[in-house]
């Protein structure tokens, strides 16, 4: 008998990972992991050169680079109108997935309920499991991909130690309203629990804007909310995010922080403050930018037999092939990928308890308009 009880029996190699290896493998158009296959910025990518060069390569502040959690406070405080304390509310994480990851360490006990809503990504319920709480899967609507708040309500006692959330949503590409936070501040009013906010597509919303979980003042007070510059500067590869929560909250959180990574990567961190004050239309122009790559995808994929309802934010957009075949998502995403030369994500991953019948992929659009194009001329033909 092995010695060795896994503490995740139930995970294996992750969807994203399969995925794109199956793309390479098959010469596939990879709009299924998501990351931009195009550049970061280049006076950003100079900056980071800078920063080595002029010898910015020691451990940074356990909780991040000063000049960047400030940069930070002034971005919040100009988009959100929200004040958050770069010394004691900022903290800056090799990733949102550290970010996350800490924030449920930092408050989930065993026995501990944690209420998410699936489709989920992925990182979260590990980070549950290995706190020893348990998730509590709440699924969204389908096919809007919206929360029944009487749902969230029908769950929620004296055990739920925490409910994430995360808008705009991947992998549905939903968005929550400022409505729909206060629907959820009123509920969550007789219970002691906290919130996670995954908000790492928060400047890529195509209609409105963003509502932010910090912006929400009874909210603000029982949140961790996180972010990604991955996402924001085409750099998912750097690794370096943030979460922002109340001084307490902030302080549990860096406990765990420090003992997993301690500090993020320094010389990313001053280049990223540098180019926040120098380049802010960079992300205040995101949504335009992303705009117009969902447009250019969505208007050929009208030509196809997949039905959608287009993105609403983040640069993903799921589609149903429920004209083209009945067969599982995992099987028909596999078969696309080989058959057709386009790799997608399966959505039933991201699931506890798949809808029965459901037959969504979800395509990334963060790509050249080359590769959308070649990558639509393929969906046609299915
Ligand atoms: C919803 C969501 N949260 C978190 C992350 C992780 O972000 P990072 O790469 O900064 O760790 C991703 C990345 O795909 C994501 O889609």
């Keep these: 008998m092995s010695l060795l009880e896994s503490k995740l029996p139930n995970v294996g190699t992750t969807i994203f990972t399969v995925m794109s290896q199956l793309a390479e493998q098959h010469g596939a158009i990879n709009l299924s992991q998501g990351f931009p296959d195009f550049q970061p910025p280049a006076r950003l990518v100079e900056l980071v050169e800078k920063h080595l060069r002029d010898g910015r390569n020691q451990y940074a502040p356990m909780a991040g680079v000063m000049a960047l959690r400030e940069a930070i406070a002034e971005k919040l405080r100009d988009l959100y109108a929200v004040h958050a304390d770069p010394e004691s509310e900022i903290t800056i994480t090799p990733g949102a997935t550290e970010a996350l990851f800490a924030a449920i360490h930092a408050v989930v006990r065993a026995g501990d309920e944690v209420v998410v809503f699936d489709p989920a990504y992925d990182s979260y319920e590990p980070a549950v499991a290995l706190a020893g709480g348990k998730t509590i899967h709440v699924p969204l609507e389908t096919p809007s991909f919206t929360p029944r708040w009487d749902r969230l309500e029908s ?48 400047h890529i919303v195509f209609d409105g804007r963003h509502a932010s979980v910090l912006a929400n003042p009874e909210l603000r007070e029982r949140s961790f909310a996180v972010f990604s510059f991955g996402k924001t500067y085409h750099a998912t590869g750097w690794k370096t995010g943030y979460a922002v929560a109340p001084r307490a909250l902030t302080a ?113 659009f963060a790509k050249q308009e080359a590769t959308l194009r070649a990558a639509s001329e393929r969906l046609v033909a299915v």
Excluded at 163 to 178: A, D, K, W, Y
Aim: proline fraction near 6%; aromatic fraction near 12%; hydrophobic fraction near 40%.
């Design 155 to 202: 769950v929620l006692s004296d055990r739920t130690r925490l409910v994430i959330v995360n808008t705009p949503h991947n992998p549905s590409g939903t968005v929550l309203s400022e409505a729909d936070l206060a629907e959820l501040a009123a509920l969550l009013r007789p219970y002691g629990c906290y919130v996670l906010s995954d908000e790492v597509y928060e």
């Design 252 to 364: 549990e959180l860096r406990k765990i922080h420090q003992y997993l990574t301690f500090a993020a990567v320094t010389p990313l961190q001053h280049a990223l403050a540098d180019f926040m004050r120098e380049c802010p239309e960079h992300h205040l122009e995101l949504a335009d930018f992303y705009r117009k790559k969902r447009d250019f995808f969505v208007e050929r994929l009208r030509a196809s037999r997949f039905a959608f309802t287009p993105s609403q934010g983040t640069y993903f957009q799921l589609a149903d092939y429920g004209r083209i075949s009945r067969e599982p998502d995992t099987d028909f995403a596999r078969r696309l990928t080989i058959e057709h030369g386009v790799a997608v994500i399966p959505i039933s991953v991201f699931y506890a308890d798949p809808p029965a019948g459901a037959t969504f992929v979800r395509f990334c």
